[in-house]
């Protein structure tokens, strides 16, 4: 049996666009997407600590050291610029696989959206 367990957590990141003319996903800086463990394509879930929504999608690589997140297409909606997001990725493994996993857990400034 495989259960799914958090992979990696991108906690507290600001809203820089909102693409609505795009064919969907969120674009996350690579700095993040590497210090995270994300790899482009994957899918994540999108919390958004401002008006409570939560959606899936999946991620495009943004420019590095720019600090973006741009959610495109129809999730764009769901969002405002400035708007807080936590990222999570999930991983699906055995329980005993899971007991000695560690997720990645980023905290990155919320006003720049860079690791500190």
């Known amino acids: 049996m495989l259960i799914e367990v958090v992979k990696s957590k991108i906690h507290n990141v600001s809203v820089t666009d909102a693409n609505l003319n795009y064919i969907g996903s969120i674009t996350i800086d690579e700095d993040l997407m590497d210090a995270a463990g ?3 394509n994957e899918k ?3 919390v958004n600590i401002n008006n ?6 999946y991620v ?3 420019t ?3 600090g973006q997140i741009c ?3 129809a999730a764009a909606r769901k969002v405002a610029i400035g708007d807080i997001l936590i990222i999570i990725s999930y991983a699906s493994m055995t329980p005993e696989e899971a007991k000695n996993f560690k997720p990645r857990i980023l905290f990155p ?3 720049t959206n860079k690791l500190v």
């Open 60 to 62: 495009i690589k943004g």
């Open 71 to 73: 959610l495109n297409g």
């Open 64 to 66: 590095r050291g720019s």
């Open 109 to 111: 400034d919320t006003r």
């Open 52 to 57: 409570g929504e939560r959606f899936d999608t």
């Open 38 to 40: 994300i790899i482009e």
């Open 44 to 46: 994540v879930q999108v």
